[in-house]
């Protein structure tokens, strides 16, 4: 991991040997890192399912049924996640393989499901409670199923995270526009305008859009590290670029210390690589730039960056209003520790505690809290753990082997993935979201494709000592 080539080598891709991420591997041990022992053959239903998993993630970024409106009817994300689910059950079936790769997390993820259920009848609202775990969580939890069943190949990870880095084109650029034209939040109502986000549910509120791209953004770096053609750098350079000017353009507090968690992180990985110290130039140069554009920035934008600190500044209120909601969620939590206000009822659980304000916890960990109990935050943190230590686990066994570089970079960026997560989940109430169970699932697959590789058994990893086997 230690190599000895310099920026040029890094750009070109002309550095020595010492830079392991360079060489290329001989040509059966690439195969092997596209296939493997263990890993699922590309059959028809295999790539049914597979392409099930595109649609889907295509039709939940891009939204494509905002764009043409007649596409409405079709409900195109249903249809693309039970046919790629259906696929894979049929194939797996056909094969006489598990149904579902039992990993760890999986059932921790079936775990938290069963408390869930079990929560309902306590519930401040249990028919609401019940529609929101079938028809909204246990969603989420079909895609990370799904997820780790198909992304059974580098290859096919690969494809995933360079569809996800091009998708966050539009949205970046549709908030650059939105910034440009005027285009503002009007559900906001605060002295402080706010550009509206992309079209599309999971990144039309400029905070998810912020969040979105934060999430999106290692993985560009990912690409950047693996690519060796320096046109198509050059072209992940610039989709870097754009997704920070979007996270920046959004106005979004929590967007920007996510972001500044995701920059420092990789000063911290990149301090041990003297191969990476074209990476170390490239990011002086964009902090220069970013210096220097400071000025251009809009005066409101500093003044709403200040209320990080200095929350009686913010003129919207919203920092005060949700700084005291989190004593208020505590609160709820320290009289209703085990099992909490029901899946879903945060919001409900909070109007009756100080008031009518129809407003969520902005906390993943109070949400879940306050939802679930004690237990139920236990085992989302647990889950988180385990996935950040799945990409750990990767990253120290491929860490200076040149045939596995692919592994090693897109399990760093899945970390930092899960990282920004972690960071912004503290400012956002999206517990039961995609956004964090996408990168769950990525994280397992990665893992589980390592060991497919090794020659291991479906849902053998060790990744962390927190749960022994």
């Not at 764009?67 to 994300?77: D, E, G, M, S």
């Not at 938290?112 to 969603?139: D, E, Q």
């Not at 911290?268 to 490239?282: C, E, H, M, N, Q």
């Not at 085992?379 to 996935?387: D, P, Q, S, T």
Request: hydrophobic share 50%.
């Amino acid at each position: 991991m230690q190599g000895s080539g310099g920026a040029a080598g890094w750009w070109t891709g002309s550095g020595g040997a010492g830079e392991w991420w360079r060489p290329d591997p001989p040509r059966e041990q690439s195969r092997a890192a596209d296939g493997g022992v263990g890993s699922l053959p590309d059959v028809a239903g295999s790539r049914a399912a597979f392409w099930g998993l595109m649609g889907f993630t295509f039709v939940m970024l891009i939204a494509p049924q905002n764009i043409v409106p007649a596409l409405k009817p079709l409900r195109l994300a249903l249809l693309c996640a039970v046919g790629g689910g259906t696929a894979l059950l049929i194939e797996r079936f056909h094969r006489r393989r598990p149904l579902a790769i039992l990993t760890r997390e999986m059932w921790i993820a079936a775990a938290l499901t069963v408390w869930a259920a079990i929560t309902v009848p306590n519930s401040y609202w249990p028919g609401g409670s019940a529609s929101f775990l079938v028809g909204f969580y246990c969603k989420s939890l079909a895609i990370f199923w799904l997820l780790v069943g198909v992304l059974t190949t580098t290859v096919r990870i690969r494809r995933v995270v360079w569809a996800l880095t091009a998708m966050s084109v539009p949205l970046a650029l549709v908030g650059v526009w939105h910034f440009a034209s005027g285009v503002f939040f009007h559900p906001l109502r605060t002295p402080d305008k706010r550009i509206l986000g992309y079209m599309a549910g999971l990144t039309a509120n400029p905070n998810d859009l912020a969040l979105m791209l934060n999430l999106l953004l290692p993985l560009a770096v990912a690409l950047l590290l693996i690519t060796k053609h320096h046109r198509v750098r050059l072209a992940l350079l610039a989709v870097i670029a754009l997704d920070v000017t979007g996270v920046m353009l959004t106005f979004s507090r929590a967007g920007f210390l996510t972001l500044a968690t995701i920059f420092f992180v990789y000063l911290w990985k990149f301090r041990g690589r003297p191969a990476a110290r074209g990476i170390w130039a490239l990011v002086v140069v964009l902090l220069v730039v970013a210096l220097a554009g400071l000025p251009m920035l809009p005066a409101s934008y500093v003044t709403r960056l200040s209320t990080i600190t200095d929350i009686k500044a913010d003129r919207s209120g919203s920092a005060k209003a949700r700084w005291e909601d989190n004593f208020v969620a505590l609160g709820l939590v320290a009289r209703h520790p085990i099992i909490g206000g029901g899946i879903g009822q945060s919001t409900l659980a909070l109007n009756k505690e100080r008031g009518t304000r129809w407003t969520d916890i902005h906390n993943v960990y109070l949400e879940y809290a306050v939802d679930l109990g004690l237990p139920g935050l236990a085992l989302f943190l647990l889950l988180l753990a385990r996935c950040f230590w799945s990409t750990r686990l990767v990253q120290r066994e491929t860490a200076g082997q040149p045939a596995s570089r692919e592994l090693f970079c897109l399990a760093e960026g899945v970390q930092v993935s899960l990282m920004a997560f972690a960071v912004g989940g503290t400012f956002h109430p999206v517990a039961y979201h995609f956004y964090f169970y996408y990168m769950a699932g990525l994280a397992i697959a990665i893992r589980e494709t390592w060991w497919a590789l090794k020659g291991a058994q479906p849902g053998a990893g060790d990744p962390s000592p927190l749960v022994s086997r």
